[in-house]
């Protein structure tokens, strides 16, 4: 008698399986590379060299004054021994301030930098998507993963559709 009550459970179990199976096909996933679809694509070359120019100029301009600080300081040291001590310490003051100036405009300027950023690359990103979830739909892809986030272990290269969704890019306007 038990053994017909395990017999049954065991084949109500598999039953189930079964079913679950027939209602609910594998899923498919693809990974795709986004850092390299972007860096791909023509107008995340293009935007990449506006950023990159963009970045180059404002460094210039923090590294002008970072400069003009490490003067300042030079010359306060050669100077540090024939002025007062009142002199010296307001000298000192006034390069600290620049300093702490300095260090908040590198800090507004990394903020500013991250968002134009964004504002260049959502447009790329948002575009890519709309990629990504038409290529999904065709091939049965239920989920795609972000391969450059190194999170994932491993993947077939068959399920890697960045140079598919690369291609594409150009032909949506």
């Not at 065991?10 to 795709?32: D, H």
């Not at 003051?93 to 300095?102: H, P, W």
């Amino acid at each position: 008698m038990k053994k017909i009550i395990i017999l049954s459970i065991a084949s109500l179990f598999f039953a189930s399986i079964v079913v679950f199976a027939a209602e609910n096909p594998p899923s498919r996933v693809a990974i795709i590379n986004m850092q390299e679809a972007i860096k791909s694509v023509p107008e995340g070359k293009k935007a990449e060299e506006t950023l990159r120019k963009e970045w180059e100029q404002r460094t210039q301009k923090l590294q002008a004054e970072g400069k003009k600080i490490q003067d300042a300081m030079e010359d306060l040291r050669k100077q540090a021994m024939v002025m007062d001590e009142a002199t010296r310490r307001k000298k000192e003051e006034e390069i600290q301030g620049q300093i702490l100036k300095l260090r908040e405009s590198e800090a507004k300027n990394t903020a500013e930098f991250q968002k134009r950023d964004m504002e260049i690359s959502e447009p790329i990103i948002q575009k890519i998507r709309d990629i990504v979830g038409k290529i999904s739909k065709e091939k049965g892809y239920t989920l795609v993963i972000d391969g450059s986030a190194n999170n994932v272990i491993f993947a077939q290269a068959q399920d890697d559709i960045t140079d598919e969704v690369v291609k594409q890019y150009g032909k949506k306007k």
